[in-house]
């Protein structure tokens, strides 16, 4: 047994003797290692001086785990049993997919960030084109209503086309200043006074009082 490494033996035998006594148990372990210690150890020998400690199964049990894994050691040359090496190789490769995970989780979330940023900001741009947009159309609606004619007060020539619907008689005459005509001067101050028009009332009683004067 001069090749096995039983440092890495140690852990196992500890942990197995626990289980089985459901305690740790350090007398039990260091006799076990004084055993194997020595030049060349004897499974049988063993095997009866750990009855006491551990009963007959149990001690019968260990010894058949323990000693196929010193052989194993034996046999190789870093002095490690193959199951072990095993193990480590197991481990290793979840290891390994554990690490993978996490990469391939990490790649993914920044993939994901990434996406939302350019979301974000194709949205900034699309928002800073509609601002854009309606400010272009605001001024231009400005520049038109500022460009536009104001319209004239037309209230007076509707209330004298009225006048007029009312009396059908009265022929306009070209002498009379029209409302709309006092939009031609610009100097308010110089504007004439219109002309009165008579109505046609009017117009039949003085008719009547020029015959009347005549027949005196």
Known sequence: MSKVNLEVIKPWITKRVTEILGFEDDVVIEFIFNQLEVKNPDSKMMQINLTGFLNGKNAREFMGELWPLLLSAQENIAGIPSAFLELKKEEIKQRQVI????LMREV???LTIEQEKLASMKKQD???DKRDKEEKE???EKRERSRSPRSHDLG???DHLLILDQDDDIDPDPGVLWPWDEYTFRDKAAKPKKATIPSKKNSTKTDASSTKAQEE
């Open 108 to 110: 993914v979330c920044g």
């Open 99 to 102: 690490v993978l995970f996490i």
């Open 156 to 158: 007076p020539v509707l």
């Open 126 to 128: 699309e928002d800073k």
């Open 138 to 140: 605001s001024s231009r």
